[in-house]
C-alpha cells in the first residue's frame, strides 16, 4: 500500500480553470505539507497542516486554498489557474513537524500543466 | 526530456566509485539538516539527517558532514551503484519561528555509469 499518495498524477488544463490535487496518507502522520517543485527542480514549501489545524502558510497566492478534512487528508484547491502554476506539487507527510525529525514522507507528485 | 533546461550541478562517476555531493548553506540559525534523493518521476526519499550539535554521521554506504563553520554540508556516497543516479537535495531547518519549515537546496543530479 502507497504511503503517501495524491491524485491526480498529471493535469493538463486551460488558464482560469479551477483545480483540485487530493492528497491522503496512511502513515497515522499527524503532518502534513503541500510542496511545489518548478521546472528547476527547486522545491518550495507552501502550505503546513498539524492535526487539521493550518500552521504553515508560505507566500502563496490566495487562489490556493488548501483543506484538511481529518490529518489523513490535505487536498489543494487552486483557482483562476495561470501559465506559472505549472509545477509539480507533491504532497508529504511526517510523525511530527519536521524540525523535530525532518523524515518527510512524499507522495509521487501530481504535474499540473497549465496551457 | 525532463533534463533539458535544467542548470543544476552536476556529478558524473563510475560504478564503484565514492560520490560526494556538496551543499552550502547560508542561514546560521539553521540547527537540523537532512538529505533527500529524487529518482526521476518520483518524490523525494530521506537518506540520512545531521543536528548542528555532531559533524558527521554514518548510515549505510552514505555519511553526512556537516562543517558549521564555512556553513557546508556534504554527502558520501561509498561504492556508488547505478540505482544511486538520482537528484540530491540537501534541506536545512532554522528552528525558532521557522520551526517545521524545511527548506530545501538547489539538488545536484548525480549520475552512475556502469
Known amino acids: 500500500d502507497t504511503a503517501v499518495s495524491q491524485t491526480p498524477k498529471y493535469l493538463v488544463t486551460q488558464m482560469g480553470n479551477d483545480k483540485s490535487i487530493k492528497c491522503e496518507q496512511n502513515?497515522?502522520?499527524?503532518?502534513m505539507y503541500w510542496y511545489k517543485q518548478d521546472s528547476k527542480k527547486f522545491l518550495k514549501i507552501m502550505f503546513s497542516?498539524?492535526?487539521?489545524?493550518?500552521?504553515i502558510n508560505e507566500t502563496v497566492p490566495n487562489r490556493f486554498s488548501p483543506k484538511s478534512p481529518d490529518k489523513a487528508h490535505l487536498n489543494l484547491h487552486i483557482n483562476s489557474l495561470e501559465l506559472g502554476d505549472s509545477a509539480v506539487y507533491f504532497c508529504?507527510?511526517?510523525?511530527?513537524?519536521?524540525?523535530?525529525?525532518?523524515?518527510?514522507?512524499f507522495g509521487e507528485g501530481s504535474r499540473l500543466t497549465v496551457l | 526530456g525532463e533534463s533539458v533546461g535544467l542548470h543544476l550541478p552536476t556529478l558524473s562517476v563510475q560504478e564503484g566509485d565514492n560520490s560526494i555531493i556538496n551543499c552550502a548553506y547560508s542561514n546560521s540559525a539553521s540547527d537540523y539538516f537532512i538529505w533527500y534523493k529524487q529518482e526521476s518521476g518520483k518524490g523525494p526519499q530521506f537518506i540520512i539527517d545531521i543536528r548542528s550539535n555532531m559533524d558527521k554521521r554514518q548510515g549505510q554506504r552514505v555519511t553526512v558532514l556537516l562543517n558549521k563553520t564555512v556553513k557546508h554540508l556534504s554527502l558520501q556516497i561509498a561504492a556508488t551503484q547505478p540505482g544511486d543516479s538520482a537528484v540530491y537535495f540537501c534541506a536545512e531547518n532554522a528552528g525558532g519561528t521557522s520551526y517545521g519549515k524545511l527548506t530545501f537546496g538547489q539538488g545536484t543530479i548525480l549520475t552512475v555509469h556502469p
Open positions: 497542516y498539524n492535526n487539521k489545524e493550518l500552521i
Open positions: 502513515l497515522g502522520h499527524d503532518t
Open positions: 508529504a507527510s511526517s510523525q511530527r513537524l519536521a524540525g523535530v525529525t525532518g523524515e518527510l514522507f
